[in-house]
């Protein structure tokens, strides 16, 4: 019954930003990582951004170190993915994932037990 949705994708130019949102409908993230992974058409699907279940630092896929932040609003129980300077290799659909009682994230989707549907960044003059 855990139920992840993502929001906020869309078309952006070149340097622009977009703010991502996974809202989750469990009663809290206290025990559960989080991660953001994206997926290219013809590509394998890659880790971008996670935290773990310890509430520990927060981890970044080199590719987007700098340029993108994740956050998290434990009332909310929504994380968040803020991507500035974005560039057309950052296209792609971009998923939320969850796994209870990972301590410290990974960028392994096959750790993960509950997945969003995805939504689409289209970077692009």
């Known amino acids: 019954q855990w139920q992840l949705v993502e929001s906020g994708g869309g078309l952006v130019q070149p340097g622009g930003s977009l703010r991502l949102s996974c809202a989750a409908s469990?009663?809290?993230?206290?025990?559960?990582?989080i991660g953001w992974f994206r997926q290219a058409p013809g590509k394998e699907r890659e880790g971008v951004s996670c935290?773990?279940?310890?509430?520990?630092?927060?981890t970044y896929a080199d590719s987007v170190k700098g340029r993108f932040t994740i956050t998290k609003d434990n009332d909310k129980r929504t994380v968040y993915l803020q991507m500035n300077s974005l560039k057309p290799e950052d296209s792609g659909i971009y998923f939320c994932?969850?796994?209870?009682?990972?301590?410290?994230?990974?960028?392994?989707?096959?750790?993960?037990?509950?997945w969003g549907q995805g939504t689409q960044v289209t970077v692009s003059s």
């Open positions: 994932a969850a796994r209870g009682q990972l301590r410290r994230c990974v960028f392994s989707p096959e750790q993960y037990n509950y």
């Open positions: 469990a009663s809290t993230l206290d025990y559960y990582a």
């Open positions: 935290f773990g279940s310890s509430g520990g630092s927060f």
